[in-house]
Each structure stands twice: as structure tokens, then as C-alpha cells.
């Protein structure tokens, strides 16, 4: 079974941590592996990974000719892709030399029609005391809540899951319309997806823990600030996606609010009374923030479809 792992990049400034990244798919365990490489529209970027996997037999580069997005430069990825399976690693993140190797055992040991595994954080700023576990996956890290044991779930983490090629060939490819692009910040288009392969297939993702990918989590993404506008856009991007799939019941995130609300929350606040410290009661108050946040992002999600439904362009 030959893989093929997309990594799709576009920003000069993060070129050492792609270094990274590309190297440490190269370095794994498992033989039958290329990387593609998908520069999105900066040809300065594009010569110098050139320069650097040009002449590497495993590694293909490509450049898109203008800024497409990740999505649009997911599916470019997937077009140029070899392997009878496709995996994403995000340029700002590390695999394990056994990922590949745990991601295709899965595919062999379940016939799989996709597989992914969990996100650790290489919190190179350090770790933010304020941000609760429940909420990691604001930054790109697997969040209290989910599965400990290896099982079958909705969807992993884009930078940790693969699928096989047959299914991008027969469901096409990511939906563009989610998927940060410019000032654009819609999260999900992994989501979508597998929502999509579960409708034709019947199946899930295979999860693997031990199929471990670290993420780089930089001094911006722990800032207050930064944390608030992405739960907006999680939330945005979740409304996005109930219009994208109607026939989506949410399902997952039914189940984690629930848990949020009737598990997480009594327990912070027991914490909170028991412990008696600043950053229990700091990571209870940041909770109820983002959970806050991530509602309101719906909502305005919601009032611009109905603005754009009232809209005179849709009545011509």
C-alpha cells in the first residue's frame, strides 16, 4: 500500500517548520511513502522548496499559479498524489516515525476506507494556563472529550487523517467553500468530507492514538485574543456547514456539548471550590467564554445566510 502525504504551504516565514514537517514524514518507519507539495501561489516559496526536494525521488512539488486556499490546494494535492492512500499534515507540524506505519495497520486490520490518529501540542511558547483541555482543538491539538482507545469516529483532526484515493475519485474533493482562504477563516472542509464518505460508504474514520501527529502551537495562537476569533469561526463555520449538508445531525458535537455542559463544567467548578487557585477558576471562566463564542459565531452565521437569502440577487 504506497501513501502519499499532501502538505500544502504558502506563508516564506514558516519554511523551516515545513523543513520539518516534510522531513519528518521522509524519516518515518514506513517505506512506500511520497510527499506532495502544494505552494499556494508564491513562486519565491515555490523555488526554494525546489530547490531544497526538487531532485528528491519521493517528494513532488507543485505550485498553484494564484492563492487557492487550503482546500482548493488539498484537492491540487490529491490530483498529483500516486498513492492508493492520501494523508494531510499541516507545514507547521511534526509526524512520528510510526504514523504512516499505525495509519495503513489500520487500513489492513479494518479494510478502512480512511484512518487518522491524535494531535499532541509542541507548545513552543509554552503552555497557556487559562486555555482548558477541553478546548485544544482550537489549536490543532486533541481535546479532553475525545476517544483514549482506538475506535471508529466521525472525522480527526486535517492534519492527522487519511483516506483512501478511491474515495476522493469517487466523492470528488474537498468543498471549497470551507477552508481558510485570504481573510476568510471557514474550518471544517475534513469535517464535510467525512460527513459525505459516511453518507456513501456507511463508514467512519479508523482512529488510531498511538497514530500520533504534534502540532506546533506559536505564541499567537495562545493569546486570549487569537483563541476568541477562532471559536467565532468555529461556530460560523459549523452554520456554513449545516447548509453544505442538511441531512448532517450533528451529532458529534451534540455529544460534546452535552459533555461539556453536564461533565466538564461540574467538574471545573468543583475545582474551583476544592483547589481554590487562580487557574481553575481562570480555565472555568475561559470555557464558559469560548463556549459563548463558538454560539455567537453560529448565530452570525446564521442572520448573513438569511441576509443573503432576503437578498435582491437571489430574486432575478
Given at each position: 500500500?504506497?501513501?502519499?502525504?499532501?502538505?500544502?504551504?504558502?506563508?516564506?516565514?514558516?519554511?523551516?517548520?515545513?523543513?520539518?514537517?516534510?522531513?519528518?514524514?521522509?524519516?518515518?518507519?514506513?517505506?512506500?511513502?511520497?510527499?506532495?507539495?502544494?505552494?499556494?501561489?508564491?513562486?519565491?516559496?515555490?523555488?526554494?522548496?525546489?530547490?531544497?526536494?526538487?531532485?528528491?525521488?519521493?517528494?513532488?512539488?507543485?505550485?498553484?499559479?494564484?492563492?487557492?486556499?487550503?482546500?482548493?490546494?488539498?484537492?491540487?494535492?490529491?490530483?498529483?498524489?500516486?498513492?492508493?492512500?492520501?494523508?494531510?499534515?499541516?507545514?507547521?507540524?511534526?509526524?512520528?516515525?510510526?504514523?504512516?506505519?499505525?495509519?495503513?495497520?489500520?487500513?489492513?486490520?479494518?479494510?478502512?476506507?480512511?484512518?487518522?490518529?491524535?494531535?499532541?501540542?509542541?507548545?513552543?511558547?509554552g503552555k497557556p494556563t487559562f486555555l482548558p483541555a477541553e478546548f485544544y482543538w482550537l489549536v490543532g491539538v486533541t481535546h479532553r472529550?475525545?476517544?483514549?482507545?482506538?475506535?471508529?469516529?466521525?472525522?480527526?483532526?486535517?492534519?492527522?487523517?487519511?483516506?483512501?484515493?478511491?474515495?476522493?475519485?469517487?466523492?470528488g474533493g474537498f468543498e471549497t467553500d470551507l477552508g481558510r482562504a485570504g481573510e476568510q477563516n471557514l474550518q471544517g472542509e475534513e469535517?464535510?468530507?467525512?460527513?459525505?464518505?459516511?453518507?456513501?460508504?456507511?463508514?467512519?474514520?479508523?482512529?488510531?492514538?498511538?497514530?500520533?501527529?504534534?502540532?506546533?502551537?506559536?505564541?499567537?495562537?495562545?493569546?486570549?485574543?487569537?483563541?476568541?476569533?477562532?471559536?467565532?469561526?468555529?461556530?460560523?463555520?459549523?452554520?456554513?456547514?449545516?447548509?453544505?449538508?442538511?441531512?448532517?445531525d450533528g451529532g458529534e458535537e451534540s455529544a460534546f456539548l452535552r459533555q461539556l455542559l453536564f461533565a466538564f463544567v461540574p467538574a471545573?467548578?468543583?475545582?474551583?471550590?476544592?483547589?481554590?487557585?487562580?487557574?481553575?477558576?481562570?480555565?472555568?471562566?475561559?470555557?464558559?467564554?469560548?463556549?459563548?463564542?463558538?454560539?455567537?459565531?453560529?448565530?452570525?452565521?446564521?442572520?448573513?445566510?438569511?441576509?443573503?437569502?432576503?437578498?435582491?440577487?437571489?430574486?432575478?
Open positions: 500500500m504506497k501513501v502519499s502525504v499532501v502538505i500544502c504551504t504558502y506563508a516564506p516565514d514558516v519554511f523551516d517548520h515545513f523543513v520539518d514537517a516534510v522531513n519528518s514524514v521522509l524519516a518515518g518507519t514506513y517505506d512506500d511513502v511520497e510527499v506532495v507539495v502544494v505552494v499556494d501561489g508564491d513562486e519565491s516559496l515555490f523555488e526554494r522548496v525546489r530547490d531544497r526536494y526538487g531532485r528528491h525521488d519521493d517528494v513532488v512539488v507543485h505550485c498553484n499559479d494564484e492563492n487557492l486556499g487550503l482546500s482548493a490546494s488539498r484537492n491540487v494535492g490529491v490530483e498529483r498524489a500516486s498513492g492508493d492512500v492520501v494523508a494531510f499534515l499541516d507545514d507547521d507540524a511534526v509526524a512520528h516515525p510510526e504514523w504512516v506505519e499505525r495509519l495503513v495497520s489500520l487500513y489492513e486490520r479494518h479494510d478502512a476506507v480512511a484512518a487518522g490518529g491524535r494531535m499532541t501540542g509542541r507548545w513552543v511558547a472529550g475525545f476517544p483514549l482507545e482506538e475506535c471508529e469516529v466521525r472525522n480527526t483532526f486535517g492534519s492527522n487523517i487519511s483516506f483512501r484515493k478511491e474515495v476522493f475519485e469517487e466523492l469535517t464535510e468530507f467525512a460527513a459525505r464518505m459516511r453518507t456513501r460508504y456507511g463508514e467512519g474514520v479508523w482512529y488510531d492514538p498511538e497514530a500520533v501527529v504534534e502540532h506546533k502551537v506559536f505564541d499567537y495562537r495562545t493569546k486570549p485574543k487569537w483563541l476568541l476569533e477562532r471559536a467565532f469561526w468555529q461556530g460560523y463555520s459549523k452554520r456554513v456547514m449545516a447548509d453544505i449538508l442538511p441531512d448532517e471545573r467548578l468543583r475545582a474551583v471550590v476544592t483547589e481554590r487557585t487562580a487557574a481553575s477558576a481562570l480555565q472555568l471562566g475561559f470555557l464558559v467564554a469560548l463556549t459563548a463564542t463558538v454560539g455567537l459565531g453560529f448565530a452570525f452565521a446564521t442572520v448573513d445566510r438569511w441576509r443573503a437569502d432576503r437578498s435582491p440577487e437571489q430574486h432575478t
